[in-house]
């Protein structure tokens, strides 16, 4: 029987951490490896944001890649297989989701995250026998954006929250009152607070809507980067020199731009 790209993927990684394989990658540990699967990670979301599906192929096979190979590290170091991370996981899977693999029911997807929050806290019991806090399975390496956004997502699972979409939007009006008090100063730690409890506000309230901050701020950082290269274009085809334009016609080349791109998604 032909063996399936993930065995052949696997026949690779043994040939290269073979002891006549690759110098580099016997030298490599579970360790070592991190910061290539956050690179690649980052990566991979980026290819799939910007929609290009060839990048997204490639991109989901290096991830694909490291995470055999982290894998297969820890079998070597006999701790567990592929095997035993993948069977756990589908357990877990089926744990989590009993309104599909069980008789359970839920009204609303709110009643559905408090379940598995609630699922999830029973699995992760202490040696003396009390669940875990609420947050001691945040990740500290997450993206302070993304923290926020599943800071405020694990809150309201428990009820900790805002009633309503309108207190929230009192509380970011109120954070961008404090923000302008202490902006007329210069008391810069008082600044950084106010602007941090601001920017958590907002990402609390756009976690309200369906919106991660994360990704929102992601989506604008693009659309400006897209829109500068094109005013930049828009320049060097009039022969200007575009550091050197004043402020008001830099402003008419980034309109243009919008036109466009407006023009274009319309």
Known sequence: M??????ELQAVIDRLIAPDGCPWDRKQSPQSLTEYIIEECYELVSAIRSDKIVDVCEELGDVAFLLLFVARLYEKQGHFSLDDALNSNRAKMIRRHPHVFGEAHFD?????????EEIKRAEHVEEEGKPKGLYDSLPESLPPLTKAYRINSKAARVGFTWKDDEEVEQQVEAEWLEWLDVSAGEDKEAQQHELGDLLFSLAGLGRRKGIKANEALDMANRRFLR?????????????????????DEKDELWNSAKAEEEKGGS
Do not use: G, I, V
């Open 2 to 7: 032909p063996k399936t790209a993930l065995e």
């Open 108 to 116: 609303t997807r709110d009643d559905q995250l408090k379940a598995w």
């Open 227 to 247: 829109r500068f290269h094109r005013m930049e274009e828009l320049a060097c085809a009039k022969n200007l020199d575009f550091p050197q334009l004043s402020l």
